[in-house]
């Protein structure tokens, strides 16, 4: 099946929405990366670990738990966690100030060792994703996993999404539109079904100035049945 126009996405997407104000108000803002580059180091680490915690677990309990992973773990300060040893890892993760996942815990400092392996490269991790073109996310997608831990499937995405990186994500009403039209038939993580949806965003990108996040919130509000509110436009997607 042919790539549908984005225009024939959008006027679909607004008649469900209530109309054209409703529909760019639920998009949300587009690129704001221009201030990527500033964020420190640590923020990433500290977003990278509360997503990792986050997955396949109740999000509130995490977000309210997370002062205290910031003070158990000296803030994600890179260093101070890549100096932690092995036992004072362990005790971390038996308290119960925190959640207590060991095998989530170490994902900490691993994750923390892919930060500081790029700074050896001469720039700030937060810089070196601020360049990463946005013609080619799923190979920062794939960067994550290899590099990284736990950090395939959603979990890499919704990261880099929370820290204003411009990225579109596969949420279920997304991968429902491009199983709807055939442009996918097999896994949603392999590497030809991941290529299809960067090839369809991009050309959609060609045809408009939304950024890829706009681009992903117009694909999930134009498929399947949500019924979004403008009060639910951070948990839109």
Request: glycine content about 6%; proline content about 3%; some cysteine.
């Amino acid at each position: 099946m042919a790539l549908e126009k984005l225009d024939d996405i959008y006027q679909r997407a607004a008649s469900r929405k209530g109309g054209a104000a409703k529909l760019n108000i639920l998009l949300g803002p587009g690129k704001q990366e221009h201030l990527l580059a500033a964020i420190p180091d640590d923020r990433f680490l500290s977003e990278f670990s509360k997503k990792v915690f986050q997955s396949g677990f109740v999000w509130r309990v995490v977000q309210n738990k997370w002062p205290n992973f910031e003070e158990s773990f000296f803030n994600f300060n890179i260093e101070k966690v890549l100096m932690m040893p092995e036992e004072m890892m362990e005790r971390k993760a038996s308290d119960p100030k925190i959640i207590r996942n060991f095998n989530k815990v170490k994902t900490i400092k691993a994750n923390a060792e892919m930060i500081f392996e790029q700074q050896q490269q001469g720039q700030s991790f937060a810089e070196f994703i601020a360049k990463w073109p946005s013609d080619d996310i799923i190979g920062l997608w794939a960067y994550l996993k290899k590099h990284g831990q736990r950090l395939g499937g959603n979990t890499g995405p919704y990261a880099l999404r929370a820290l204003g990186k411009d990225t579109f994500l596969l949420s279920r009403d997304v991968e429902a539109y491009f199983r709807a039209h055939d442009i996918i038939t097999g896994g949603i993580q392999t590497k030809s079904s991941l290529n299809a949806i960067q090839t369809s965003f991009n050309s959609w990108q060609q045809q408009c100035d939304l950024s890829l996040g706009q681009l992903s919130r117009l694909i999930a509000y134009a498929t399947g049945d949500n019924h979004i509110h403008l009060e639910d436009i951070a948990d839109a997607e």
